[in-house]
């Protein structure tokens, strides 16, 4: 691991946030599919969003890809796609077990440090309904709806968030 793909101190045990490489592309995956599955969707509709949260190495290669874990578990990942100066929310998930214990919250500044440095003004994203609150308490706003990539007549929340350097965190 490089240096400069680490959060967190040499000997610590506290989860790190690095780059995610090809070979992480099937955890990424399972966390995505758990991650989904929280909110308790049945298998009908998790087999529909199957393809829209199957992480691959091409994903990995052509989005910002970052995770985070500790000692070698997987406890969160996004991806980032930056498109000009916007950028776009493509994936964001925290392991089950890990949900409201602030690493969701962490993971978010990191993706917004990553979209301010790659000259980001704004982000978007397509949220799960169950997710809305995490990204309004997080300063995004709702602006819309758009139309789900895996279940037909479904609408998301569209939300965004515009950057400045003064909004960090």
């Known amino acids: 691991m490089r240096a400069e793909d680490r959060v967190g101190g040499r000997g610590t045990t506290a989860p790190i946030i690095r780059r995610a490489r090809d070979r992480d592309a099937a955890g990424l995956t399972g966390l995505a599919l ?3 599955a929280v ?13 829209e949260l199957t992480i691959t190495a091409d994903g990995i ?10 000692q ?5 990942f996004y991806q980032l796609r930056i498109a000009g100066r916007m950028g776009e929310v493509a994936q964001f998930f ?14 978010w500044a990191h993706l917004e440090a990553q979209a301010r ?5 704004r982000l978007e994203i397509d949220s799960d309904p169950h997710a809305e609150g995490f990204y309004r308490a997080m300063g ?12 037909p007549g479904r609408a998301l929340p569209h939300l965004r968030k515009e950057l400045s350097a003064s909004s960090a965190g």
Not at 117 to 121: S, V
Not at 140 to 151: L, Q
């Open 61 to 70: 290669a052509a989005r910002a890809t970052w995770m985070l874990e500790e």
């Open 140 to 151: 995004m706003i709702r602006c819309g709806d758009a139309p789900s990539g895996s279940i």
């Open 72 to 76: 070698g578990a997987l406890l969160g």
């Open 94 to 107: 925290i392991a089950p077990g890990s949900l409201r214990g602030g690493l969701g919250r962490r993971l």
């Open 39 to 51: 909110w308790g969707y049945d298998a009908a509709f998790m087999a529909a969003c199957r393809a």
């Open 117 to 121: 440095a790659a000259g980001c003004e």
């Open 34 to 36: 758990r991650s989904k």
